[in-house]
């Protein structure tokens, strides 16, 4: 079970104006689940969005980042299907995308330009197009601005739980609300090749500031989570801002304004990708890994990810047992340049594990164990050498996560 | 269980002229186990050995190095104990590492400096220095030519089976034997920082090119396999040559005999190596990576070890489905700059899987699940854009690696 997610319920999530949300169910792999979500914008919706590095990436994130660069029209509309992930699928996968896009333009009224599609679920399998013109109409037909929470539950895929926030915050006396969306639970790793989400504001913010506001918010979330080091084809975060709330656009990026819709959907992005680990595949427990003074941010992420990437370290934790040296076996594989491990301090939590290159000498077993039975634990490592820090969010490895991963297609 | 080891019978395992080795029970982690290893050398001997690079290298490498860098004298032994890697130990653990070798020098009547000691076991845990020091004289007590098989058992530690081989050739019309052990089974990864393996041979042969065999030999085998991508502090590939066959001296690298001497012990690497992933820890396949055509044999490694290491990828292994989609999109994460995923050409054994960015017309998923039920399985990827190519060992991802690394202290 995810590990310390609160129960999500519907009436926390709150409608953002001009953007609404129709979901149905397509059947594309299962015969019941919610699969296919439509999500329509109006026309004064500034986008932003990042995708997946993957060199064998989704012709859905071809199409999408196609459409963003070169139509000169507003997007109005954004269709994510789950069940198929529509990558590995040629000449004929750009081809689906490209009709869903124009399927679901001919519906809206639109230019297929203006539609960005989105796909998430088993790779190399042809997606069931005739399922999805079959379903658009559908979709269509429940758009609603409530419907956050059904659109939660409509991009899942292993996912145990849908993820999903709103908050709300004061803007020139006006309220603005946030609320967003996020799917996981596999192939979860750094570099924008995560998961998706798809967080949504009414506030009202020049195009510029939202291309800085989505890089900032992806630097401090979803790049800062992994599950297994596996990178997606699909992934991608879009951060959209419709414009309806009724004040002045922020187009200075000194203002206060700026800053607090910057902190607020940085807020989000954050909870978003944190409960992405915390409903990791198999995941029992929610692990931070703090890597501080070092030379660099670059040399910080390199251990922080060696760390949580280990299959050791991550079942070490999985049985709650401090074999911690597996940590310091990871720091040390880390290839960093002329690291002096005597310098290296290794705390859990507040408890100072190892220092001058072994054991500190007021550790104890018994108050490891004590930490490492938590189902929240902060692994901090210190280098000593310099100013920088790298904070990586990870779950442990589970059997489950190998029950999960052989067992997906079946 | 392992992956196709047949069982290893005391007498497939030759004596190798001017070794011997002495084995006992020292109780360092488990009270009735083999534990403790001793190989005496004559004085003749030339030996050549690669270490972990792993940063946080435990105390026995350090000392190790230290002593076959520094000494002018002859290595008259090695001592080699599991159940404790004597790593993580700081200050103290190099104490030990000292007072092993000092102990068994005395014993033996050569100077410390003369003994290489090795370990390996679990991390961050004082050496049991008085276990070690009361099992040398029984180790030393029981030295003989033909303990080869012993020696195999002594040094396991999540092991099943033990690790060893002997070959025989003919130099001048003399037979030469080589002999080796090794012992995986996590923490393997490539660079050396893989195991321990211990290949000795009667040739005579110059120690400059000695020193070429393990390099071409590690090339062509430890750091070719892969079970976790963890990269152990411990661990190090020694190789002897005691100069006791009769025959004159190999000094020549382009006489006949260097090739044959050169291949033979590459042949004894490469298959030591592969027991390891064979029995890696909960293997249930042998897979086979081999990545072709590439720009540079840097670019195809990465290709192969992004295969080898997806959890994603091992756990479809595991589960004989054809998920091979995953195997794409580990292609496509390798990070090869410029890479036309549309040129790849993705086979299993000799099944067209994909090619042209997608899936092959001709393949069917019957044909894929039929090779993914084998437990020897062949991934050939085709980069088509050069003359390189890499071939990497792995096993897949079961429950057992979980369980087995989760119990590992218990």
Redesign the interface.
Known sequence: MPVNIPPLLPEQLLPVKGLSLGITTAAIKQLKRKDLLVMVLDNTTKISAVFT?????AAPVLVAKKHLEDSKLAVRALVINTGN?N???????IEHAHTTCSELARILNCQAQQVLPFSTG?????LPIDKIITGLPAAVANLREDNWFAASQAIMTTDIVPKALSKQINIQGKQVTISGISKGS??I?PNM?TMLGFVATDACVSKILLDKIIRSATEDSFNCITV??????NDAFVLMATGCADHDEISNQDSIEFKQLQLAISEVAVELAKMIVRDGEGASKFITVKVEAGKTKDECAKVAYAIS????VK??F??S?P????I???????D?ED?D??AVQLYLDDLLV?E????AKTYTEAAGQQIMQQSEIMVRVVLNRGQASKTVWTCD???D???I??????
């Not at 297994?228 to 084809?233: A, E, K, L, P, V």
């Not at 990437?309 to 050791?312: E, K, M, N, Q």
């Not at 001058?356 to 054991?359: A, I, N, S, T």
């Not at 991963?405 to 079946?410: E, L, S, V």
């Open positions: 590095k993957n060199k064998f990436c992930a990558a590995g699928t040629g000449d004929e996968g088993v790779i190399m399998e042809p596999g192939m790793h090749a297994d080091g596996d990178t997606s084809t990437h280990s299959p050791l079942t070490a999985f049985a047992d074999n911690l040296g597996r310091l076996a990871a720091i040390g594989y880390a960093i690291l491990v005597n190892a001058h290159g072994g054991r490895f589970s059997y996560y190998v029950k991963n052989a067992d997906y297609r079946t």
